[in-house]
Every structure is written in C-alpha cells, then in structure tokens.
C-alpha cells in the first residue's frame, strides 16, 4: 500500500504569494505579497514558530532579527491511566495548537500586523511520541504514546534477544529502548485490537507528532499531506541513518509489512512545498515551509551549525545535542546517533551525538505536585537559594529507568544521604543537580565518542532559567555555560529553518548574530577536587539505584 503514495503537499496547487482580504467601500480586496515587494529590513519580515512540546504547545511571531513579536502558550492533558503509562489525546494537540494560533494572531494583529505578514510558518514538536490513524476516516485509533511512557520495558528485553538486534544500531544510530516509536507501535499491534485490524486492512495510517499536526493543518483528508522530516524520521528506529530512507531490514525485523500500513514520506527539515498550509483559521493560507523535532530545532535556534557546536536544553527531560557534521558517528559510550537537521533539499544533512536524560524539569513538577514543595514551579530557585548547598543529599532520578549514557531500565528513583538535618532545599538542590549530573556523564561519553572537548555549553529550556541550577551545572562539567536572554530557542529554530525555505536567509554566516546579545555565561567557582568528589559522591549513587525493579516486576508491567 506504501506504494500507492499519497498526494503530498508539493502535489498540490496552491497560489504562490500570501493572499488575505480586506473590506472597503467597494467590498472584499486582495493584498497580495508579492515576493518582489517583500520589505528588506528584517524587522519587518516574520515568520511563526508551532513548538509543541511533551506538556504544553506554543504559537509564537518572530521576526527577522529572532525577535519574539506575539506569542500564546497552551498545556494540555497528561493521562496516566497505569503506573508507567504516558499519553495525550491526539485531538487535544491539534486543538491546544490551534487555540495558541488563534490568542497569538489577536496579539500580532493588535499590534498593526496582517496575516499577509508572515511569510511562512515552522513546526517543532515532541519526537518519538506514537500516534495511528484510520487513514480512511482520519481518526484516531488509540490516545498517542508519549516518549516518556514505560509500558514497552518487557517488550525491549524481548527485542533485545532477537536474532539481528546488535545490528539495528549500526544502521538507524539508535539503542532499543522504551524510547523509539517503532517499539512503541509494536506494542499497540499486539495489544490495541482496533489497531491491528486497520493494519491487517491496509488502513493504519502511524507518525509521530510532526505528521499528525502536518496532516491536521492541512485539513486531513482534504489534502492528504503526509509527511514527516529527517529528524522525527530518525527517531523512529524504521530510517537508514545513511540513506535517509525506510530501511526494509528494520522494517523486518519490527515485523512491520510496508504493504499494509500507511508510513510518512521523509522530506528534508526546510522545504518550500512538502508540508502544505493551513487550512483553516487565522492563519489560513500561510505556507508551512518547516519541520523539525524540538531538539533538533533547538540545535538550529542556537545557530549550531558548525561541527563541534553543542545545545542542552532542560525541558521535561534534558536533551544534549552535538553536531558532529555530514557523517553520523555511531556512538560506541551509551550515545544515539541523529539527525541534527538538514535545511533544504539541495543542503548535506548534518548528523548529532545525542543524550537523553529522562528527568529534569519533571523532576521540579514531581516537587511541586508530589511533595507539595511549591506551587509554582519558577519558585524552585527560591527554595534551592534556602541552604548553601545539597547537604549531601543525591536525588538519583529514575523515575523512568536512566537514559543515556547508562541505560539502565531497572533503576527507580532514589534519594541517598538524607538526614534529620535535611530540608526542603536540599531536595530541591538535588533534583536540579541530577540533570547537570547526567549532563556530565553525557559530556564525557561525547568526548570519547568524538575526540573533541567542548569549550562550552549552550542552554536553554525552562530549568535554564535558574541561576542555581546553571551555576552547578558550570561547577560540575568545569566549563562555561552559556544562556541566550530569548529563552524560546526551539521555537526560534522552527522559524529559523522556514525563513531558509522561503528565501530570508541562504547562508548561515547570514545568522551568526541571531540571538546573541545580552547572553548570561556561568564560569566554575568551586576547585576541580571539589567537583570531582560531587561527581564521584553521584556516580556511586546511581550504582545504588541498580534492582529496584526486578525483572518480573518489569515483564508483568509490560503486559
């Protein structure tokens, strides 16, 4: 059936300029935006950013210069029916989306703006979340399972004895784990009835978040666009890092049958025509001209274009990225080898080094909805800024296992060194120390991976924002840690990548001023002795966090 493609968004016609019509006397006009007639400042060129992320989505204008002109931001649902469960419900993506499009627009047309304004609109979201759809209807079939969901643990143990496992690495860069969406429909064939007999009937349509929004702003079945870009594509563990392309050997050995189930062609991450417009809305007609996975995007936002460059970003989990140039570079120290980006079909993909660590700004909601720490989660620093330091306290948060560089599925979360002196601080110290503690790790494992030291990190995402965390992140990985004062970098990447497609910028010298001014850089202050016994003191910790789910307990979940 995968050959029987359908029409995509470069199949359709559409009119090449921006159109939006104005009442006058005379009734109904056209203001056409002719790319001829296109202001030259860059102030007055726009572009708008969808990042839709693991808790909430966001819609958000820049303009030329990276400037965040409107923006709306929307949470939704988390479900968490079972204990390792994750999921959200598909409908309610789209629609905290298109609220975020909507409240932004009000804000940007309030300020003297038109719709004909901006010239193209970019999509980042959450990577490995699994979504399936009834291609003929163009429904859901089952709630989207969001990477953070642990329910595959049995069935990863299961694939990690298979003939052709130690393979897969080699060729898709990625470890089998509870992380990638090929495991995670595998579950939902085995265990979805509905979903097993849209396969079985050649009418499972499967993306992840980037194809189901694509799909979605394209007015489903209207247009038919179904597509998904090299860095969602190569999260999935079913595209040849190499080839950037399905691999049929992966395919094989998921038992997935390419003749009976609906896969997103893979395009690059900025391209003029594949992903559509916007059907509907305020936002109607507005090419989308971009698409890339939130870290990824990230990546771009921080203008890390050069081999050697790297991003972490503390969001729900914290995502390490370092762009490695035009040849992956298959990790040999717990890493996943990626797609960095790649901006423009006649542009060589750039490859990353990638660490995940599964808790960092969860670990501060854990806090504050769990423990009762604070009621909103900014005041995290505040509490921290209480005591002078952890008090020996190491929170080892494996709330979903550890991820790279360990891997160990087994682990659950632990807190060593409490004592009767231990207050709320050194908790709260502790929780934003395992990011940076894991963000060492996977520091470490890219230099043994690369050859090549950092000389510092850039950062940005929500626990970014604590000075606290940030200064302990600079004392534990002895290097600068660097904080743009625009904090929406993933957005500013999507925006980025649609302004390469339509024109705005052809080369990245053309960018290597973007975001940089008014920058906060966070240099060591305490000795390397002192660091390395923190180090140390962690490392010994997460030894201890070994066991605590055994392995029936672990194949009894997953069933």
Known sequence: MSEDAPPTASDIRRPSVVIEAKKTDDGPRSIIQDEKHRPDNLKDRFLGAIDQGT????????????????????????IHEQSGYHEHDPQELVDSVNKCIEEAMKNFLALGHSRADIEAIGITSQRETTLVWDWETGEPLYNAIAWPDTRTKGLVRELREKPGADELLNICGLPLSTYPSSVTLVWMLRNIPEVKKAYDEGRLAFGTVDTWLLYNLNGKRKNNVFVTDVTNASRTMFMNLHELKYDDKLLEFFEIDRNKIRLPKIVPSSDPDEFGYIAYGPCEGVKIASCLGDQSSALVGHCAFTPGTAKNTYGTGCFLLYNVGDKPVISKHGLLATVGFQLGRDRQPVYALEGS???????????????????????????????????????????????????????????FGITQHTQRGHIARATMEAACFQTKAILDAMVLDSGHKLSELAVDGGMSNSDICMQSQADIIRMPVERPSMHETTALGAAIAAGFAVGIWKEFDELKHMNRANRTTFTPKISPLESAKMYKQWSKAVEMSRGWLDTSEIDTESI
Request: aromatic share 14%; glycine share 10%; with cysteine.
């Open 55 to 78: 808790t909430s989505s966001r819609f958000i204008i820049f303009d030329g210069t990276g400037v965040p002109i409107a923006s709306y931001q929307s949470e939704f649902r988390q």
């Open 357 to 415: 660590v599964a808790v960092a700004g969860s670990g501060v909601s854990f806090l504050m909805n769990n423990l009762g720490f604070f009621r909103d989660s900014r005041k995290v620093s505040e509490v921290a800024a209480t005591v002078p330091d952890n008090g020996g306290c190491v929170f080892v948060t494996a709330f979903s296992g550890l991820f790279a560089p360990y891997w160990i599925d087994d682990a659950k979360g632990t807190i």
